[in-house]
Every structure is written in structure tokens, then in C-alpha cells.
């Protein structure tokens, strides 16, 4: 009896949703009878994301470096996925946004922790080989990535570290925007000219990339922060949480790239071009850029000695066993 009652509730219920929507639920119960069973691989589109793995040579490698760096656009996508619930939240809940947060980390840190597929899962010798027939394609044009920047942190924070006192928010966007710092990192080192790798991500990109900045603008997660009540800002595990995600995000991420180009594009006297001729030794280190999203929550020491201890690890492994 208890049974049938709740599936007369059920019923009710349905009717109740489907009543304005020019059909009775009869008909969508029809739809019920006719439509086939639903299949793990159909509802992810298993075949279709298996398919996605075109390589351009031979080199059995360059398959693990595609499948590597789509898995990591889809961790972005589920990044920009917590960001945008941040942004939009009205309400000042701290238990939401640390959530949120935590969500962000566990993702850059899934990220962090794979890397070594890209450091140590490919020969070196096929790398150095297919890489020439991706060019100029680079994964300096992850769009993702900027827009992770953009939905963080104000884009004066995102302004080069050189330039950076020049600007503030007062500034339009478009004129932040023309001196980002991740656009030094595709020029051409010997005449200053922008790469086509930067020429073709800017065509592609930059109108979106300004659209989210308007969006976003006095709206970002760093924004939300600072309008919380003086009490809710002093909260120890939101300020741990957003503090971790600058360092994943600035320090980690950026420094396992760079620990990679160091194996795969080091070598005794010089070092190779990256893909799409980015300069990887002026544009990965961290220390270099000092991107910063949440400047407030750190001291003036973690400040200065953003990234350096990674730098040394890379270049100077002598000078940190010595301490």
C-alpha cells in the first residue's frame, strides 16, 4: 500500500512539472516506452573521446602528449567550472566559497601530481623530433588557462612585473590587457615581434578574453574576497585555501612546465626554443613574473621569494642540498 501511494505522489508530481509545456504526461510516457536504455559509453561519448587522438607523425610518444595535454584542458574546464559558481555567488557564505576553493586546489593539484607523465613518461628523442611538426601550435595558447587568470585576479595583477606599478584599475582593459605578462613569453627574443604562436592565439582569443575581463571586472574571486565583512575575511581555512590555490597556480603549475622544458629542451651550452618559439626560461619561472593573485593575503617575505626556492631546485640543485 505504502508503495503504490508513493508512485501515485510520483505520478503527481510529474504531471505537475509537465503541465505547461503543451503536453500531457501521457505523452512523455510514451516518450518513456520508446526511448532505448541508457549506456555508460553513450552518455560519455566514449567513442567519440577516444577518436580524439590525432597524431601528425609517427613517433608513438606523441599519442601519450596529446592524450596528456587534452586531459589537462578538461581539469581546466572543470576549474573555470568552480570559478564561475565563486563569481556568481551572492550570498557572503564562507562555507560555500571555501568549498569552491578546496574543489580548485584538488584539481590543480590532481594536475601537479600527473605532470610527471609530460617530465618522465616520453623519450626524449621522439619529443625533440615530432615537436617540430606541431609548430607553431603551442600549449602557450590554452585559452582555459587565461581565462582561469581572468575569473582569479583583477588584470592589473596580471600585468607584467616590470610594468605593473604603472597600471592599476583605473586603466581601461584593453590597455591592461596589451601589457599582460604571458605575452612577453611569445616574442621573438632577437627583434621583439610577436610570434605567429602569440599572433594566432590573440586573433582567436583576445575578443573573448576582454568580454570575460568585463564581465568579471570588480567581480573576481579576488574581488569576492575583499568584500566580505572584516570578520568572514579574517576566516584561517578560507585564507589557507585561496593562499594554496596562489601557489598551485603560480608557483606549482608554471614550475612543473618548466621542469619539463628544463628535461626536454635543457642541455649543457644553450637550450632549444619551446614549441611555437616561446621563451620558456624568461616566461615559466615564477620568480620571473611574479603573478600573484591575492596579493593581500601574503607577507612581504613570501612576496619576494615567490618562486625562488623552485628556480634554484632547477638550475642551482647544489646550492638547496647545501642548505
Given at each position: 500500500m505504502e508503495k503504490e501511494e508513493r508512485i501515485e505522489?510520483?505520478?503527481?508530481?510529474?504531471?505537475?512539472?509537465?503541465?505547461d509545456s503543451g503536453q500531457d504526461l501521457n505523452s512523455y510516457l510514451d516518450g518513456l516506452l520508446y526511448q532505448?536504455?541508457?549506456?555508460?559509453?553513450?552518455?560519455?561519448?566514449?567513442?567519440?573521446?577516444?577518436?580524439?587522438?590525432?597524431?601528425?607523425?609517427?613517433?608513438?610518444?606523441?599519442?601519450?602528449?596529446?592524450?596528456y595535454h587534452q586531459i589537462t584542458e578538461l581539469y581546466f574546464k572543470l576549474i573555470l567550472h568552480e570559478q564561475k559558481q565563486f563569481v556568481d555567488h551572492?550570498?557572503?557564505?564562507?562555507?560555500?566559497l571555501i568549498e569552491?576553493?578546496?574543489?580548485?586546489?584538488?584539481?590543480?593539484?590532481?594536475?601537479?601530481?600527473?605532470?610527471?607523465?609530460?617530465?618522465?613518461?616520453?623519450?626524449?628523442?621522439?619529443?625533440?623530433?615530432?615537436?617540430m611538426a606541431l609548430l607553431p601550435a603551442s600549449g602557450?595558447?590554452?585559452?582555459?588557462?587565461?581565462?582561469?587568470?581572468?575569473?582569479?585576479?583583477?588584470?592589473?595583477?596580471?600585468?607584467?612585473?616590470?610594468?605593473?606599478?604603472?597600471?592599476?584599475?583605473?586603466?581601461?582593459?584593453?590597455?591592461l590587457y596589451e601589457h599582460i605578462y604571458w605575452k612577453r613569453g611569445a616574442t621573438d627574443k632577437e627583434t621583439g615581434e610577436k610570434t605567429l604562436t602569440l599572433k594566432q592565439f590573440e586573433y582567436r582569443y583576445t575578443p573573448r578574453l576582454i568580454r570575460i575581463a568585463k564581465q568579471v571586472k570588480d567581480n573576481t574571486i579576488y574581488h569576492k574576497y575583499l568584500r566580505l565583512?572584516?570578520?568572514?575575511?579574517?576566516?584561517?581555512?578560507?585564507?589557507?585555501?585561496?593562499?594554496?590555490?596562489?601557489?598551485?597556480?603560480?608557483?606549482?603549475?608554471?614550475?612543473?612546465?618548466?621542469?619539463?622544458?628544463?628535461?626536454y629542451l635543457g642541455k649543457e651550452k644553450g637550450q632549444l626554443d619551446a614549441t611555437g618559439g616561446t621563451n620558456w626560461r624568461k616566461f615559466l619561472p615564477p620568480s620571473f613574473q611574479k603573478v600573484v593573485f591575492f596579493p593581500d593575503l601574503h607577507?612581504?617575505?613570501?612576496?619576494?621569494?615567490?618562486?625562488?626556492?623552485?628556480?634554484?631546485?632547477?638550475?642551482?640543485?647544489?646550492?638547496?642540498?647545501?642548505?
Open positions: 505522489s510520483q505520478i503527481l508530481k510529474l504531471k505537475e512539472k509537465y503541465k532505448r536504455y541508457l549506456t555508460y559509453w553513450d552518455y560519455i561519448h566514449l567513442d567519440t573521446l577516444l577518436s580524439l587522438q590525432v597524431p601528425r607523425t609517427y613517433f608513438p610518444d606523441e599519442e601519450i602528449f596529446i592524450m551572492k550570498a557572503q557564505d564562507v562555507d560555500f569552491k576553493t578546496r574543489r580548485i586546489n584538488s584539481y590543480f593539484e590532481a594536475l601537479i601530481s600527473s605532470f610527471s607523465i609530460m617530465i618522465k613518461g616520453m623519450e626524449r628523442e621522439q619529443f625533440l623530433k615530432y615537436r602557450f595558447q590554452s585559452a582555459q588557462y587565461r581565462m582561469i587568470e581572468v575569473y582569479a585576479t583583477p588584470l592589473e595583477n596580471l600585468v607584467h612585473y616590470s610594468e605593473r606599478e604603472q597600471f592599476s584599475s583605473k586603466n581601461p582593459l584593453e590597455d565583512s572584516e570578520d568572514k575575511k579574517k576566516n584561517k581555512e578560507l585564507i589557507k585555501a585561496l593562499k594554496t590555490l596562489d601557489i598551485n597556480a603560480n608557483v606549482n603549475w608554471p614550475l612543473m612546465h618548466m621542469g619539463s622544458a628544463h628535461r607577507t612581504k617575505e613570501e612576496l619576494n621569494n615567490w618562486g625562488i626556492q623552485w628556480v634554484d631546485h632547477i638550475f642551482n640543485p647544489d646550492k638547496i642540498n647545501k642548505e
